[in-house]
């Protein structure tokens, strides 16, 4: 019997059996989380011993960011020329600070989190072709949706340190008919970077509210060049049976270079924001 089990391996109705009381254990565990906060227990973690798994959290995000480009250039690679470089703010008068509004959501369980980010960018500026009295347009759209993955290496009372790896479900775009004689697009590819956050909560409350502070920075891996700094600080309102609310205001800046075979981008922008966020 001994060798037939070894010649036939493991089938693969153990295999689901095995998933299958992973995943039942994971959602007995999150119920039983919420339970003891409502003070109910789970009476069926009893007869799950061998299953320990982290009571899981999250949070999520919305942040209006008043965002400013703050320089960059498109250069124009040019056969047996030297490059044509153009300011973006000089050359194609895209200097007009907006409001976008961004928004993310965070699962945690233990030291590992997930997270899911809808950031939109789109810089727009208008002027004349040279020798024209027709205006045209340029662009740079830089919006979607971006995927992320945490490990802590610290966690204790709320605050945690740690490393991220992010990917953008999108790549940027700049197109321009302003200089370049029958348009012009410079298109970049999707972007991966590795970062590190930091996050502070202190213990100490002051009529049920205390500081917290954020730190996060991301610099490029693969693709499009990112390099991205945000900094926010703000305060914890008293926690209730299903979460806290948080306001914070802080600054990010955002560094964005990409390239393909005819062109190259370089482009700068940040400003301040406010965020309401929630944790659960």
């Given at each position: 019997m001994?060798?037939?089990?070894k010649?036939?391996?493991?089938?693969?109705?153990?295999?689901?059996?095995?998933?299958?009381?992973?995943?039942?254990?994971?959602?007995?565990?999150?119920?039983?989380?919420?339970?003891?906060?409502?003070?109910?227990g789970?009476?069926?973690?009893p007869?799950l011993?061998?299953?320990?798994?982290?009571?899981?959290?999250?949070?999520?995000r919305?942040?209006?960011?008043?965002?400013?480009?703050?320089?960059?250039?498109e250069?124009?690679?040019?056969?047996?020329?030297?490059?044509?470089?153009?300011?973006l703010?000089?050359?194609?008068?895209m200097?007009?600070?907006?409001i976008v509004?961004?928004?993310?959501?965070?699962?945690?369980?233990?030291?590992f989190?997930?997270?899911i980010?809808?950031?939109?960018?789109?810089?727009?500026?208008?002027?004349?072709?040279?020798?024209?009295?027709?205006?045209?347009?340029a662009?740079?759209?830089?919006?979607?949706?971006?995927?992320?993955?945490?490990?802590?290496?610290?966690?204790?009372?709320?605050?945690?340190?740690?490393?991220?790896?992010?990917?953008?479900?999108?790549?940027?775009?700049?197109?321009e008919?302003?200089?370049?004689?029958g348009?012009?697009?410079?298109?970049?590819?999707?972007?991966?970077?590795?970062?590190?956050?930091?996050?502070?909560?202190?213990?100490?409350?002051?009529?049920?509210?205390?500081?917290?502070?954020?730190v996060?920075?991301?610099?490029p891996?693969?693709?499009?060049?990112?390099?991205?700094?945000?900094?926010?600080?703000?305060?914890?309102f008293?926690?209730?049976?299903?979460?806290?609310?948080?306001?914070?205001?802080?600054?990010?800046k955002?560094?964005?270079?990409?390239?393909d075979?005819?062109?190259?981008?370089?482009?700068?922008?940040?400003?301040v924001?406010?965020?309401?966020?929630?944790?659960?």
């Open positions: 001994a060798a037939r089990l010649t036939e391996g493991i089938s693969p109705r153990v295999v689901t059996r095995v998933m299958l009381s992973v995943l039942l254990g994971m959602f007995l565990s999150a119920g039983n989380a919420h339970a003891q906060v409502l003070g109910f789970n009476p069926i973690s007869y011993p061998f299953v320990y798994l982290p009571t899981l959290q999250g949070e999520v919305a942040t209006a960011l008043y965002v400013d480009l703050d320089g960059g250039k250069i124009v690679y040019r056969t047996y020329e030297p490059p044509q470089v153009w300011g703010k000089d050359d194609f008068n200097a007009k600070p907006m509004f961004d928004t993310m959501v965070r699962l945690t369980a233990g030291p989190s997930c997270r980010h809808y950031e939109p960018r789109a810089f727009l500026g208008v002027s004349r072709y040279p020798g024209e009295t027709i205006k045209s347009s662009r740079l759209e830089y919006s979607g949706v971006r995927l992320g993955g945490d490990i802590d290496l610290f966690r204790r009372n709320g605050s945690r340190v740690g490393i991220d790896l992010d990917y953008d479900l999108y790549h940027p775009v700049f197109t008919g302003i200089r370049t004689s348009g012009k697009i410079v298109e970049g590819e999707a972007a991966m970077t590795l970062g590190v956050h930091a996050d502070y909560n202190p213990a100490w409350l002051y009529y049920g509210m205390n500081p917290i502070f954020d996060y920075f991301r610099w891996m693969l693709g499009t060049q990112i390099t991205d700094l945000r900094i926010a600080a703000g305060v914890s008293p926690e209730l049976v299903l979460g806290t609310w948080a306001l914070k205001i802080g600054y990010r955002t560094n964005l270079d990409f390239r075979s005819s062109g190259r981008l370089e482009a700068t922008f940040g400003g924001f406010a965020e309401l966020a929630y944790y659960y």
